[in-house]
């Protein structure tokens, strides 16, 4: 027993860091799955929708289709950790539930546009409902970033610690984090 005692607090600050660098492989992972394409969906514009305007019809993304384009985009970064099949459908999952989501915080926000519009367009300012619609926005923005956070932890429960570290480190190689 004394022996276990000794070993563990070296042993424990290595499994610590591999559990950090496992948050932060699965953090990278769903923020280059995710995150990009979801605020952009969110945002009905904004550089995804410029470049992937000819491949969705030049059209707004649905949520099907955002969910299809992140779900082929794990696909491909999980078959590099030996993911399993049983692991790759809980992630579609989590992407999926992420996508309806923030999907549902998107029509929220196209609201608070066109109440924004009508405010700043109408015969005099209401510097009280800008604010309300601000705050909104905020809000919107909070939930939105509280629900990546949440399926970026969700994801990193479904890999192992090792795939967790293997997503970090091919995520540093391709992008110098």
Known sequence: MDEQNETTPS???????????GALAAGA?????AARPIAA????????????ASHWGG???SPDAAKEHLQVAAKWMLRDIDATGEQQDKVDAIVAGA???LFRLREQHHANQAALH??????????????ETRKSEMALADAASKRLVQALADISEVLTPEQR???AERVHRHHQL
């Open 29 to 33: 992972l769903v923020t280059l799955v």
């Open 165 to 167: 570290q293997a997503v």
């Open 59 to 61: 059209h707004e993304m």
């Open 41 to 52: 969906a969110i945002q009905q514009g904004g550089d995804f929708h410029r470049r992937w």
């Open 11 to 21: 042993g424990g600050a290595r499994w610590g860091r591999r559990i950090l660098y």
């Open 118 to 131: 009508a405010q700043l367009t109408g015969a005099t300012i209401d510097r009280a409902a800008l604010e």
């Open 99 to 101: 996508v309806d989501d």
